[in-house]
């Protein structure tokens, strides 16, 4: 995790007393927080959904599309055989009369 004053960069927050304020934290309590170098991640996830600004990129600097990558993706088939019946004493399957 990246320390608070690089996420504050990373923002470009110039004024701490009026970000705090945007948080609805108190500005004393924040500027502690950023000499323990403490994250309020809730608050700050808030901000970033109100904001529309992509938490991933902030904290790990990783991009939304670098998260999905593609992979093949694998097909499993089901056979329907319409003419199936089971034999519950053998435990043998029979399609169209043959045993499989």
């Known amino acids: 995790m990246n320390s ?3 996420i504050l ?3 470009k927050i110039i004024n701490h007393d009026d970000f705090a304020n945007i ?3 108190r500005s004393d309590y924040f500027s502690r927080m950023i000499k323990r170098n403490k994250v309020p991640y809730e608050e700050l996830f808030n901000y970033c959904y109100e904001n529309k600004i992509n ?3 902030l904290l790990y600097n990783q991009s939304f599309k670098s998260i999905f990558k593609k992979e093949e993706v694998k097909k499993n088939y089901i056979r329907y055989f319409k003419n199936m019946t089971i034999n519950t004493t053998s ?4 399609v169209n ?4």
């Open 4 to 6: 608070l004053t690089i």
């Open 9 to 11: 960069d990373k923002l």
């Open 23 to 25: 948080l609805g934290i």
């Open 55 to 57: 938490i991933n990129q």
């Open 91 to 94: 435990g043998l399957v029979y």
């Open 97 to 100: 009369g043959v045993a499989i």
